[in-house]
Each structure stands twice: as C-alpha cells, then as structure tokens.
C-alpha cells in the first residue's frame, strides 16, 4: 500500500524537491511578468523573443549531458550545484543591465535547466514509495503555492510600478535569495539515500555517451518528446496572453500582471494537485491528458472567436482563467508518463535529456517567430498565437492516445527484447 505524501522523511524530500523547481522562476520572470519585464529592461517583443530563444539554443547541449550526468553521478549532488548556479545568475541580472549583458545570461541560465533531470530523477524514486500522480501533483502544488506567493506579494503591493527598473531590480533579489537558499537546503536536507533505498537509485557507474544511441531507439522516448514538445509550445504561447488582454481589451497593467500571476501560480497549484488525483484514479495519465486538452482547446476557441472590444473584457478574464485551470491539469503529464512507461533506471536521465532536446528547438522557434509577428501584427499577432496553441492542442491529444495505444497493446513489453537496453 502506497504511503502518506506527508509523512517523515518522505514529506521533507517531497517538499525539498518540490522548491528546487523554483530555480525555473528565474526565466519565469520574462514570461509570467512579460510586460513589466519588458518595460523594466526597455526592451521590444522581438527582443524578449530573441533571449528567451537564446536561452532554448544554449540548453539544447546542456540537456543532453545533465541527463547523462545524473545517470552516472548522484543525482542530488547534480540539482543542488544546478540551483546554486542559477541563484548566482539571478544576482547579475538584478544589476540590470543592457540588453547585450541580458543575452550573456539567459545563456549561462542554462543551469536552470540542468536542474530538470536530476529532479525527474529524485521524483521517480519517490513515487516508488508514494504514487506517480500525487507525487508530481503534490510537489508541483507546492512549488506553484510558494512561487505565486513571491510572485503575488510584490505585484499587488506595488501594482503598476513593478514595472519600475529599481522595483524590478529589487524583485529579482527576491528571488535569487530564495533559490540561493533552496540549493543550500538541498545539500543539507535532502535525503538522497532514502530515495535511493525506495527507488533502486537509479544511477550506473556504467553509463555512458552511448546511452544516447539506446534511448533513441526506444519508442517510449518518441513518445514523451511529443508530450514534452506540446507541453511546452503551448506554454511558451500562453506567455502572451497578457499582452493581449493589456493591448486589445485595454485591461490595465496592475490588473493584468495580477491576474497572470494568479492563473500561472495559485491556479496552477490547485490545478496540479487535482490532475495528479485524476491521474490516479483513472489509472492512466494518457487518458487523463487527453480530457483536459479538449477543455484547453474549447477555451481558446472561444478567445478566437471573441469579438476585440473593451466590453468583452470580463469575458475574456473568465475564459482565460478556466484555459489556465484546464492546461495546467496536465502541468505533470510528461512527467507522470516517465514513471508509467517505466525506461531503465539507468538510462532515465538520458532518455529526459533527449527529448528536453527537440523542446528546446520548439521553444527557440516559437519564441522567435510570435515576438515578431506581435511585433509586425499587434492585433492580428494575437490571433495567429492563438491558432498555433490550438494546433499543438491536437497533436497533444493525438500524443495522449498514441501513449494509452502504447500501453494498452504492450509495446512496452516488446520493447524490452532489447535486451542491452533494458539490462
């Protein structure tokens, strides 16, 4: 029988993992808070575009060896210098500096996205104790609860002067303490050998750069880098719904900030923890998955076809926030599916960093090419956003069957006759 979430030593790893996600608020400050970022930096569409895909360029190597990385070294010594990293970069860019500095780090916050497979790594292991869906459903809460805290605090307190380059500065010190002080919480708390016991550690001193031969040979690999891909392709399109919401329906910018905010943290937490329990009690996340891309999809059509009047504004909130809800249902899809298919231990990490790979040349690509067609299309800019966000809807749904077809006709099964793989 599965055990508590909340229990000794197993609460403290879950909650300690949890946090150390935090280190992605880093970037999230761009995207969650775009406009005020923007202003604060004074900074164009096309330029957020360019240093977000920047930042998707420099982590395409870096996936691959973080994933290789916590399958030969431990994993938690692996999260904790990824997030100390992080909180370090954190601490030049609340200088503020130009634009030119800005590329120099979302380059090197790359080590935000080392922190990625060696926290799979760890949550796998602790779901052999507790359960996939209320695992990832839990620490996601709880990392979503905390953030949205530091994120809400600030905006309401200072409402349209967050956007004041002092402000901001001040902001993002907030934040480069707090995971400065998660990754020192990691090296002194976490309790990695109580993972290890639990989840058969997961590690090889026999790994190597061939590893990457094998996991793309495996089918499941192919299908947690569609998850991945539409995962994070809608993501990064939702980052623009709040300019939308402040250019086309002339919603202010306090409130618009406000609301972003509420939907990507505290909406986000409640939504996580009930797509885990949904999960669990479905028994399949692929399942699951494809029930809340259909409400994700119904709500964007909505917003496209909603006329680009002012008076539509309270509409437009009200959709926005259940599209919020509904997506972030699925906010551990592609990490609840690594633990239902299962790859061997030793490959995990290297298997994650490979499809982190074909996420990061979406990303790159999105991020471009919608900063500048908002750039070149401020109305019409929104539209095409949208229609991309709904097109990679579809393909996640078709993802979420193609994985029940996968389980349900054991290929998993035939897969392992491949035999230098699976041992």
Same mark, same amino acid.
């Given at each position: 029988? #599965?055990?508590?979430?909340?229990?000794?030593?197993?609460?403290?790893?879950?909650?300690?993992?949890?946090?150390?996600?935090?280190?992605?608020?880093?970037?999230?400050?761009?995207?969650?808070?775009?406009?005020?970022?923007? #202003?604060?930096?004074?900074?164009?569409?096309?330029?957020?575009g360019s240093l977000l895909a920047i930042n998707s360029g420099a982590s395409i190597a870096c996936h691959i060896v973080s994933g290789w990385l916590c399958d030969r070294f431990s994993p938690k010594k692996c999260l904790v210098i990824s997030v100390l990293a992080s909180s370090?970069?954190?601490?030049?860019?609340?200088?503020?500096?130009?634009?030119?500095?800005?590329?120099?780090?979302?380059?090197?916050?790359?080590?935000?996205?080392?922190?990625?497979?060696?926290?799979?790594?760890?949550?796998r292991m602790l779901s052999a104790e507790i359960g996939s869906g209320r695992t990832f459903g839990t620490a996601a809460?709880?990392?979503?609860?905390?953030?949205?805290?530091?994120?809400?605090?600030?905006?309401?307190?200072?409402?349209?002067?967050?956007?004041?380059?002092?402000?901001?500065s001040r902001l993002i010190l907030i934040f480069a303490c707090v995971v400065l002080a998660e990754g020192i919480a990691l090296a002194l708390f976490l309790d990695y050998d109580a993972l290890a016991e639990k989840g058969g550690g997961l590690t090889s001193s026999a790994a190597s750069i061939k590893n990457i031969t094998l996991v793309a040979k495996m089918p499941e690999t192919w299908i947690l880098l569609l998850?991945?891909?539409?995962?994070?392709? $809608?993501?990064?399109?939702?980052? @623009?719904?709040?300019?939308?919401?402040?250019? &086309?329906?002339?919603f202010p910018l306090a409130w618009t900030t406000v609301l972003i905010v509420a939907d990507r943290f505290f909406v986000r937490s409640a939504a996580a923890y009930l797509g885990g329990s949904i999960?669990?009690?479905?028994?399949?996340?692929?399942?699951?998955?494809?029930?809340?891309?259909?409400f994700t999809?119904?709500?964007?059509?909505?917003?496209?076809?909603?006329?680009?009047?002012?008076?539509?504004?309270?509409?437009?909130?009200?959709?926005? $926030? $259940?599209?919020?809800?509904? @997506?972030?249902?699925?906010?551990?899809?592609?990490?609840?599916?690594?633990?239902?298919?299962?790859?061997?231990g030793h490959l995990t990490g290297t298997m994650i960093g490979f499809y982190s790979v074909c996420t990061c040349f979406v990303n790159?690509?999105?991020?471009?090419?919608?900063?500048?067609?908002?750039?070149?299309?401020?109305?019409?800019?929104?539209?095409?956003?949208?229609?991309?966000?709904?097109?990679?809807? &579809?393909?996640?749904?078709?993802?979420g069957k193609l994985l029940v077809k996968f389980q349900d006709k054991g290929f998993k099964g035939r897969s392992s006759k491949n035999k230098s793989v699976r041992n």
């Open positions: 029988m #599965k055990k508590s979430v909340f229990s000794g030593k197993t609460a403290r790893n879950l909650i300690l993992l949890g946090l150390s996600i935090m280190a992605y608020d880093i970037i999230y400050l761009a995207t969650v808070l775009y406009v005020p970022f923007q #202003k604060a930096f004074d900074l164009t569409n096309t330029q957020i370090l970069t954190a601490f030049w860019m609340a200088s503020m500096p130009d634009y030119g500095a800005l590329k120099i780090i979302f380059v090197l916050l790359i080590s935000v996205n080392f922190v990625w497979a060696p926290y799979i790594k760890c949550m809460m709880i990392e979503a609860a905390v953030s949205g805290v530091l994120f809400f605090v600030p905006v309401v307190w200072m409402g349209g002067r967050i956007a004041v380059r002092e402000n901001f998850i991945n891909t539409c995962y994070y392709g $809608v993501m990064t399109e939702m980052t @623009y719904i709040s300019a939308y919401m402040n250019q &086309v329906y002339l999960r669990d009690r479905i028994g399949s996340v692929g399942k699951s998955m494809g029930i809340a891309c259909v999809l119904i709500c964007y059509m909505i917003l496209l076809l909603m006329p680009e009047k002012p008076k539509y504004l309270p509409a437009v909130v009200f959709v926005s $926030v $259940v599209l919020f809800f509904s @997506y972030y249902l699925n906010s551990n899809a592609a990490n609840v599916a690594v633990t239902e298919l299962a790859p061997p790159m690509g999105l991020q471009t090419v919608s900063g500048r067609v908002l750039d070149a299309y401020p109305v019409w800019g929104f539209r095409i956003v949208t229609l991309i966000s709904c097109s990679l809807l &579809v393909l996640w749904i078709f993802a």
